[in-house]
Every structure is written in structure tokens, then in C-alpha cells.
């Protein structure tokens, strides 16, 4: 089976060049100013015009319609991926914002989690399984913390991407674990944090690539 990757918190040339030439299906680009690999809504766009095939992912927390309306100007992204507290209603507000759909973000701490998680069905387009923030943190994603992936195996009620904690040394595990259909890294594909390693990004994809050839 294939499985679809993304590379997520694209800031420069370089790392989008080295996730396309790796065969990464998604580009992630986190519009949230505190993350260590926040752009502006411009460098986002200009890096876009790099993607080629693959498909661009807005990541925002918790965006009001002015910065939706900007994201739709500016960037006109393929996916919005919602990374706050966004409710079902307010996803299916950001499909008007985006290409192909929403993907709504939702921590998971144990199986009540994924079983919420349900509630987006009929309003966001794909659930993205991300582990919890650290306690005090300012901001959602982005720690390099994983979980206990089986526990959104059997997740049935949206598509899914497993997100969390993955690297190129734990990501064919994880997949076998979850059953994911999709999965999505950013730490784990970077040498510090904000800083891509083009080397990783290839493993990474390498190590899904090997794990469909089984
Ligand atoms: O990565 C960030 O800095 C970030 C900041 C604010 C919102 C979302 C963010 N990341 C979004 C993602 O989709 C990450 O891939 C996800 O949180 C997993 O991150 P990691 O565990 O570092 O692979």
C-alpha cells in the first residue's frame, strides 16, 4: 500500500528541493509566528511556487476569517491544516479557504482522544493524530514527541495522518503499528529545531519507500 508523506515546516529553498527530489507528497508551511519554523504568508507563497507536483498544506492555529482570507490570496493553498482549537464547524468554515479540504490536528493522550476525533466527520476532510503539546507550551505541534501509535489503529470515521515524534529510524514502525495511510514529520527531519537536513528528509522517505516494497 502506499503511503502519502508529509514534510512539514518548510522555510527555505533547499529543504523544499530535497523533500520534492525525495518524492514527498505534501509541503507543509506553518503560518504561526512563535513556531521555530514560522514564514510569512509571502516566503510561504514563494516556496510554494516550488512544489511541483506535490500539494501545499497551510498550517494555522486557530486563524480568524481576516488571515483565512490572506492565506486564500496570498498562498491559495491546497490543504488548511486547522492546528488549534478549532471546532468542527469552524473547519468546514476553512473549506472555502482551501483547494482540496481541511485537515483538522488533534492531540492524542489515550483512546478517548481518538474516539473524539469523530465529531470532524462530515466537517474536515482528514484528521492529522499529533502527539500533546508539552504543559506551558506556546505552541501546538512541533515537538518531537510521540505516543503510543496503535491507539488510532481501526480509526475509521475521517482519512488519518499519523504525526508525532517520527523519524526516519521509527517511522516504518509506526506505520506498521497504526496502520496509517499518511504520515507527517518535522523534527525528526531537521538537525536543529527550524533547521531541514536534507539527508533525514530522504531516510525518511526511504524508510516509508522500503516499507511498501515488503
Ligand atoms: O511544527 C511547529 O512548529 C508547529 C507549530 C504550530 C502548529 C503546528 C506545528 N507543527 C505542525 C505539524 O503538523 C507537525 O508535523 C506535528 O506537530 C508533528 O511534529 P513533530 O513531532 O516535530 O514531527
Known amino acids: 500500500m502506499t503511503t502519502r508523506v508529509k514534510i512539514c515546516g518548510m ?6 528541493k530535497a523533500a520534492i527530489a525525495a518524492g514527498a507528497d505534501y509541503l507543509g508551511f506553518i503560518i504561526f509566528p512563535k513556531s521555530p519554523r514560522g514564514v510569512t ?3 510561504a507563497a514563494r516556496l510554494s511556487a516550488l512544489k511541483g507536483s506535490a500539494k501545499s498544506v497551510a498550517v494555522l492555529v ?3 476569517d481576516a488571515l483565512l482570507g490572506q492565506v486564500l490570496r496570498v498562498l ?3 490543504i488548511i491544516q486547522l492546528h488549534g482549537q478549532e471546532s468542527p464547524e469552524r473547519c468546514l ?3 472555502n479557504y482551501a483547494g482540496e479540504g481541511v485537515w483538522k490536528a488533534v492531540p492524542v493522550g489515550g483512546a478517548a482522544d481518538v474516539a473524539r476525533a469523530s465529531r470532524y ?3 474536515a476532510d482528514a484528521i492529522l493524530f499529533d502527539a500533546k503539546p508539552p504543559a506551558g507550551a506556546d505552541r501546538p505541534g512541533g515537538w518531537g514527541e510521540g505516543y503510543d501509535y496503535s491507539l488510532v489503529k481501526g480509526f475509521d470515521a475521517l482519512p488519518f495522518i499519523l504525526a508525532g515524534g517520527l523519524t526516519p529510524e521509527n517511522v516504518a514502525g509506526a506505520i506498521t503499528a497504526s496502520g496509517a495511510p499518511a504520515v507527517d514529520a ?3 527531519v531537521e538537525s536543529a ?3 531541514k537536513d536534507a539527508a533525514r528528509i530522504m531516510a525518511f522517505l526511504s524508510a516509508v519507500k522500503r516499507l511498501e516494497m515488503r
Request: proline letters at 11%.
Open 11 to 16: 522555510s527555505d529553498e533547499a529543504s523544499v
Open 41 to 43: 504568508l509571502a516566503d
Open 62 to 64: 486557530d486563524p480568524d
Open 76 to 78: 491559495a493553498p491546497d
Open 93 to 95: 468554515d476553512a473549506r
Open 121 to 123: 466527520a462530515g466537517f
Open 186 to 188: 518535522v523534527s525528526g
Open 193 to 195: 529545531p527550524g533547521v
